[in-house]
């Protein structure tokens, strides 16, 4: 009989997801209900000391008893932030309206929306399948990785991502487009920056998690992000021109 309650404690867990997802997005809504200062404390933390935004995701696991957040407020800012961005980069190179609708959509969902679920979905499939701890002891009752807490784990790394490659790529813009080797070095140095520490607060929201083992494994895309950026600055790719012309190739 031991069994069977562990499974019905799992198939429990299962069912309570549904009224999360659905309350969760039903504060999407409601702005009143969203934490704000909350959220910009996270995201300026998550620039300066990330590991103390995770310490935090332990507090709320002990009271809210789920690792993921209850409040919609960090995705919502996080895409009217990057909407901003866009429109910023539109207004300074753009050549139309129309076209500018169509960019502010597409960076909000490839590049944030879409992207992130893809990533979250990989990292849930994986963090669940691969790299959990063996519980040998039938009693224990089995722990897994929601949905939802690798979506904002992907929030969380994006953001600091976010400033470096939107926010200071586009100050830094008119250099970094320019022909020659250092807005090259430039733009490869900052995308490399960027890309790293991405994937060193992937690595930081799933090693925070106590049932979780062989999370070094999210560490290994930087050492591949850090190959491959000399064999590109020498082959003279310049990603900040790459992703400009894709957009707005009209006007560089």
């Known amino acids: 009989m031991l069994p069977t309650t562990s499974r019905s404690r799992s198939s429990s867990s299962s069912s309570r997801a549904n009224p999360m997802f659905l309350q969760y997005f039903r504060r ?49 800012i996080c895409s009217l932030l990057l909407v901003v961005a866009t429109v910023a980069y539109c207004v300074t190179y753009d050549h139309s309206s129309s076209h500018a609708v169509v960019v502010v959509v597409s960076v909000l969902l490839t590049h944030f929306l879409i992207t992130g679920a893809v990533i979250a979905t990989c990292c849930w499939f994986l963090t669940n399948s691969y790299l959990r701890e063996e519980t040998p002891n039938s009693h224990v009752v089995e722990q897994r990785v929601e949905w939802l807490y690798t979506f904002d784990v992907h929030c969380n790394s994006f953001f600091p991502m976010f400033v470096l490659l939107y926010v200071v790529h586009y100050f830094l813009s008119p250099l970094l487009i320019a022909h020659g080797f250092i807005p090259l070095l430039l733009s490869n140095l900052l995308f490399m920056v960027g890309a790293s520490y991405y994937h060193y607060l992937n690595f930081l929201g799933y090693d925070v998690l106590p049932f979780l083992e062989r999370t070094t494994f999210f560490l290994y895309p930087i050492g591949v992000v850090i190959v491959l950026s000399p064999i590109l600055i020498l082959s003279g790719f310049n990603p900040s021109r790459y992703f400009m012309n894709m957009y707005f190739s009209q006007r560089l």
């Open 28 to 76: 999407i809504v409601k702005w009143q209900q969203m934490d704000v200062e909350y959220t910009f404390w996270q995201m300026l933390n998550l620039c300066t000391s990330p590991k103390v935004v995770y310490q935090h995701t332990k507090y709320h696991k002990q009271t809210k008893n789920q690792w993921a957040r209850d409040d919609p407020a960090f995705i919502v």
